[in-house]
């Protein structure tokens, strides 16, 4: 069954400091991932997106990165800012069926 | 500017009466959807379409009903509501399926409450 597991389900931490999202996904035979950033009351907004073949992409502070062999991803956010509080969404992408399989997300909290 | 639009942003209705929520994209976007979210639960399709008349099913399709015959335009229709719809509704475009790597943009969001 395909699933996406994301961890932790949610996280606090000071503005300015770094963190790391995980993301593990059992989609096979697997063709892409993406991340997702949903604000409160909003829907999700497009962060990255990576084939098997890439394994790392950035888009400004947010940089994703991909093990195909290990069916991981994280998102690592640098130098977190008040507006990156928001739940994050991993999406994994089968290949052949093109189903897209959503995780349940991870919300971050970034307090002052 | 580009966008998904969706309207209601809120919705409450009682079982069994007929609701359609509208979404509109002005990006001549070939791909929409439909998804819900539910607490606890991932994103879940509800129906999608490929382009003007074509549609199909997707996770979760049961008790709605879509239509696409205009490019921008893809509502979703309740014909006979139950309280198990009460969720947050999610209506998505792309260029193309979103599988081959197309960005898809989301709408703001419908919540619905079915009394």
């Known amino acids: 069954k395909n699933q996406v597991e994301q961890s932790p389900q949610s996280l606090i931490i000071l503005e300015g400091k770094n963190c790391t999202l995980q993301c593990n996904y059992t989609v096979s035979p697997f063709s892409n991932l993406r991340w997702y950033k949903q604000d409160t009351g909003r829907g999700p907004v497009s962060l990255t997106i990576?084939?098997?073949?890439?394994n790392t992409k950035s888009n400004g502070r947010y940089t994703a990165t991909l093990d195909a062999d290990t069916k991981q991803s994280s998102l690592h956010i640098t130098a977190s800012q008040l507006s990156d509080s928001a739940s994050y969404i991993c999406?994994?992408?089968?290949?052949?069926?093109?189903?897209?399989?959503f995780g349940t997300g991870t919300r971050l909290t970034i307090i002052p | 500017e580009a966008q998904v639009t969706q309207n209601p942003r809120y919705l409450i209705t009682v079982t069994g009466k007929k609701l359609t929520v509208t979404c509109s994209q002005n990006?001549?976007?070939?791909?929409m959807s439909w998804y819900r979210q539910d607490p606890g639960l991932g994103l879940r399709q509800i129906y999608y379409?490929?382009?003007?008349?074509?549609?199909d099913k997707g996770d979760v399709p049961e008790g709605y009903k879509v239509s696409r015959k205009e490019k921008r335009n893809f509502p979703l229709i309740l014909e006979s509501p139950s309280p198990n719809q009460t969720s947050l509704y999610f209506c998505a475009s792309s260029l193309g399926h979103p599988a081959a790597k197309n960005i898809q943009y989301f709408g703001a969001g419908t919540r619905l409450s079915v009394l």
């Open positions: 999406v994994a992408t089968n290949f052949g069926n093109e189903k897209l399989t």
């Open positions: 990006m001549n976007h070939e791909y």
């Open positions: 379409s490929m382009n003007v008349e074509v549609t």
């Open positions: 990576m084939t098997f073949s890439e």
